[in-house]
Nanobody, 125 residues
Framework: VQLIESGGGLVQAGGSLRLSCAGS????????MAWFRQVPGKEREFVAG????????YYADSVKGRFSISRDKAKETLFLQMNSLKPEDTAVYYC???????????????????WGQGTQVTVSS
């Protein structure tokens, strides 16, 4: 599975960005998909995920109500709509795919087999 992110950039606080992740190589819909983010010196953290079992979505508390994850199975693309962005959202955002993760494992970084190269999101104050 290959994952290619796009859509990052520089935005002012309160603004919006939409990240995309194009997948290829295997049946996209069979994978649990997620977005993680990382800042220098810190561990990569879970942002949002969508289950392959029933398309249930999951969010980190820090982004609930502001971010929305979705996917277009036909186009094999994952999205992350980010609204009301804050400077603390600044990070490199990674798309990830997990084959067979249970719903309770969606936020577990170790369950993800495939990762994109990352896209930088910078939110200025």
């Amino acid at each position: 599975v290959q994952l290619i992110e796009s859509g990052g950039g520089l935005v002012q606080a309160g603004g919006s960005l939409r990240l995309s992740c194009a997948g290829s190589g295997r049946t996209f819909s069979a994978y649990t998909m997620a977005w993680f983010r990382q800042v220098p010196g810190k561990e990569r953290e879970f942002v949002a995920g969508i289950s392959w079992i029933d398309d249930t979505t999951y969010y980190a508390d820090s982004v609930k109500g502001r971010f929305s994850i979705s996917r277009d199975k036909a186009k094999e693309t994952l999205f992350l709509q980010m609204n009301s962005l804050k400077p603390e959202d600044t990070a490199v955002y990674y798309c990830a795919a997990s084959f067979g993760a249970a719903n309770w494992q969606v936020s577990d970084r170790s369950k993800y087999n495939y990762w994109g190269q990352g896209t930088q999101v910078t939110v200025s104050s």
